[in-house]
Nanobody, 119 residues
Framework: QVQLVESGGGLVQAGGSLRLSCAAS????????MGWYRQAPEKQRELVAA???????NYADSVKGRFTISRDNAKNTVYLQMNSLKPEDTAVYYC?????????????WGQGTQVTVSS
């Protein structure tokens, strides 16, 4: 049974930094997509940042220049460095891995980690 284990969330003041980590316990092969998503109260889950196997990254406009996503393929781990945090970054952050093998794909979600930014 593969699980994604997240860590690094917490409470921080505006302008501060946090680093989130998400590691897969168990074996997952052919991970193409590693991403971070967030969901604030009464809002839909949204993409924060993603990185694909070749290294191409994609960021939400609201976090460009402040957040950096990186991945360690050998460890099946993805990181999100969050700098210059704002109160509007407050949300539960989820990681997502997408494994693609041939014509089939499978998604793995983390359990979520709370990030709270105080003003």
């Amino acid at each position: 049974q593969v699980q994604l284990v997240e860590s690094g969330g917490g409470l921080v003041q505006a302008g501060g930094s946090l680093r989130l980590s998400c590691a897969a316990s168990g074996s997952i092969s052919s991970i193409n997509h590693m991403g971070w998503y967030r969901q604030a109260p009464e809002k839909q889950r949204e993409l924060v940042a993603a990185v694909i196997r070749g290294g191409t990254t994609n960021y939400a406009d609201s976090v460009k220049g402040r957040f950096t996503i990186s991945r360690d393929n050998a460890k099946n781990t993805v990181y999100l460095q969050m700098n210059s945090l704002k109160p509007e970054d407050t949300a539960v952050y989820y990681c997502l891995f997408i494994s693609i093998q041939g014509a089939s794909s499978r998604q793995y979600w983390g359990q979520g980690t709370q990030v709270t930014v105080s003003s």
